[in-house]
């Protein structure tokens, strides 16, 4: 079974931008989360979606958002890119009966310049 | 709040030691207990986890971890370190009920001297 994907694994942008980035949860998974990895903070929840709703958010301004697909992908969306967005953002998918049991993508290496 | 401490961010042995990773965890009802590692430019593997039961949980290339009330600790060991286990580890907790958000410690990077 393929594992979580993310696309694309890396991203250079430049301050003010916006950007995209996709999660494609495990087959049979319909909760993806979202984090965060900084070397200064850690690895910090953004968000977790099932069924195409957003079920929990961490503490992150509006300018991070997501949503998730009909088929359980999900992306998120971080606008007026920041300096201090240059982070590795995981996602992880999960089956119904087991949200708390995550498998975690590669990551999509973001870097703001 | 829940909360998940590692003991050390850095932890050298060498090869064929023992392995022994700190975890601890703050909450007053035992949450959910996880041990990630993650390699270079990798996300993040899954080793092992206490969700109820057996309190001695053996997870994949060889480790395993106890789960102490008592101490609220869920340290991870290993008893002959491998050069492929060089890695940071992450110590991660969730809570019971609705509550879907990994807690993460600040990682442990292993070193494994030849």
């Known amino acids: 079974k393929a594992g979580v994907t993310q696309t694309p694994r890396y991203l250079i942008k430049t301050r003010g931008q916006q950007v995209t980035l996709s999660c494609s949860p495990i087959?049979?998974?319909?909760?993806v989360s979202w984090y965060q990895q900084t070397p200064g903070q850690g690895l910090q929840f953004l968000f977790e979606y099932f069924s195409e709703t957003q079920r929990n958010k961490g503490n992150f301004p509006g300018r991070f958002s997501g949503r998730q697909f009909s088929n359980s992908r999900s992306e998120m969306n971080v606008s007026t890119l920041e300096l201090g967005d240059s982070a590795l953002y995981l996602c992880?998918?999960?089956?119904?009966?087991?949200?708390?049991?995550?498998?975690f993508g590669p990551g999509t290496r973001l870097t703001v310049t | 709040a829940q909360s998940v401490t590692q003991l050390g961010s850095h932890v050298s042995v060498s090869e064929g030691a023992l392995v022994l990773l700190r975890c601890n965890y703050s909450?007053?009802?035992?949450?959910?207990l996880f041990w990630y590692v993650q390699y270079p430019n990798q996300g993040l593997q899954l080793l092992l986890k206490?969700?109820?039961?057996?309190?001695l949980v053996k997870g994949i290339n060889g480790f395993e971890a106890e789960f102490k009330k008592s101490e609220t600790s869920f340290h991870l060991t290993k008893p002959s370190a491998h050069m492929s286990d060089a890695a940071e580890y992450f110590c991660a907790a969730i809570s019971g009920g609705s509550n879907y958000k990994l807690t993460f410690g600040k990682g442990t990077l292993l070193t494994v001297n030849p």
């Open positions: 206490y969700t109820t039961g057996a309190t």
């Open positions: 992880a998918s999960s089956l119904p009966s087991k949200t708390y049991e995550q498998y």
């Open positions: 087959s049979g998974h319909r909760s």
């Open positions: 909450s007053s009802v035992p949450p959910y």
